[in-house]
């Protein structure tokens, strides 16, 4: 699949569920969350036909999210369903870890339960070490359990595992030489990601806002020169360094300050409740469950996801004219 301005999609990240255990600030409000009714949402049956027609028409990668994905009932049974989809040849969570390290019932690790389902990357929310920062960030005291998440993905040898830091001008500014040295220690790439206006929440305003190059600048400071890895990619939009002098890689994602962010897009969207969106920074979203709960055919839903890509935006309109349609929590970040 390829849309009118030469970004080839191979990457489909899938969201399962709105729900969530947390309530990060930037992500969703505050104040009492309605859910989407479970008829609304997408049965694993249907998610799993979807990716196998977007697998037929070139997608490898699929990365499964949320809300958390990882609380939502038999998550576990719908990703030992994935690896039999033919052309699926990465296959990644995006998850908060507090859930990780709970047993399952046969009495490992969901980290390592997901590991033997074929799960090769786990990306963990991780914006603080800062045990009651943590808790104001996201609304939960968990850190304790994100830790032994942590070491949990560690333990169950998933081969790629990245934390991911969203940056917050005034809340973690005191955090980004202590998670570089968290992640070195434990040989884990971090990735500092800039604040994106993405759900109606207070946070999102201007005076919040850090930008990449300045947290870069303050690791350099601290650390020397960063060195830049053009070459290094994990299949997103990160632009890599190497602390100088260490085999550890930083990774910086700036939607809203670099401009060239657009251009290396491979990706497209499904919500949990049947959207496909073909980007996150826009608020265009076509609703593929209506014409699949319609009894349309494998060629017909096909059909679909191309005329989805064609109207897949040169680039988002974050810094323009955004207006908030969907909060962060039901798009899947
Ligand atoms: C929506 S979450 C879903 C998966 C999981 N619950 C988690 O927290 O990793 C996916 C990613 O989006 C990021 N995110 C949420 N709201 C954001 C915002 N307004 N700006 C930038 N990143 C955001 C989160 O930090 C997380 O890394
Ligand atoms: S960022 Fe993840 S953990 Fe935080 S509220 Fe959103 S979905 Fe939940």
Not at 84 to 107: C, F, K
Not at 162 to 186: H, S, T, Y
Not at 310 to 328: A, I, L, N, T
């Amino acid at each position: 699949m390829e849309d009118r301005y030469g970004h080839r999609i191979s990457y489909l990240r899938v969201s399962i569920t709105d729900r969530c255990n947390e309530r990060c600030t930037y992500c969703m409000p505050r104040e009492l969350q309605e859910w989407l009714p479970r008829e609304d949402v997408l049965t694993y049956e249907e998610t799993l036909r979807l990716i196998r027609i977007a697998t037929e028409l070139g997608v490898s990668k699929v990365r499964i999210t949320g809300g958390e994905p990882l609380t939502r009932r038999d998550v576990l049974g719908f990703f030992e369903r994935l690896p039999a989809i033919e052309g699926i040849n990465d296959i990644g969570i995006s998850t908060n870890g507090t859930l990780l390290a709970r047993p399952t019932s046969n009495g490992q690790t969901m980290a390592a339960a997901l590991r033997n389902a074929g799960v090769n990357s786990v990306n963990i929310s991780l914006d603080t070490l800062d045990r009651e920062a943590y808790a104001e960030t996201t609304g939960r005291d968990y850190l304790p359990q994100v830790l032994e998440g942590i070491d949990a993905a560690m333990g169950a040898r998933i081969p790629l595992i990245k934390l991911n830091c969203v940056l917050m001008r005034g809340r973690n500014e005191d955090q980004l030489i202590p998670l570089v040295e968290f992640a070195a220690e434990r040989g884990l790439i971090l990735r500092f990601i800039e604040l994106m206006p993405v759900s109606h929440s207070d946070v999102l305003d201007e005076s919040n806002f850090l930008p990449i190059a300045e947290a870069r600048r303050r690791l350099e400071q601290h650390f020397g020169a960063l060195i830049p890895e053009p070459t290094f990619r994990t299949n997103g939009p990160s632009s890599y360094y190497r602390v100088a002098g260490r085999d550890q890689r930083i990774g910086f994602i700036g939607a809203m300050t670099n401009l060239h962010f657009c251009e290396s897009c491979n990706k497209l969207r499904l919500t949990c409740d049947g959207k496909l969106r073909p980007c996150l920074g826009s608020y265009l979203e076509f609703d593929i469950m209506k014409v699949l709960r319609a009894g349309a055919t494998d060629a017909e839903l096909k059909r679909f996801f191309l005329d989805v890509v064609e109207r897949k935006p040169e680039r988002h309109d974050f810094r323009e004219s955004y207006q908030p349609g969907r909060m962060m929590v039901a798009i899947g970040g």
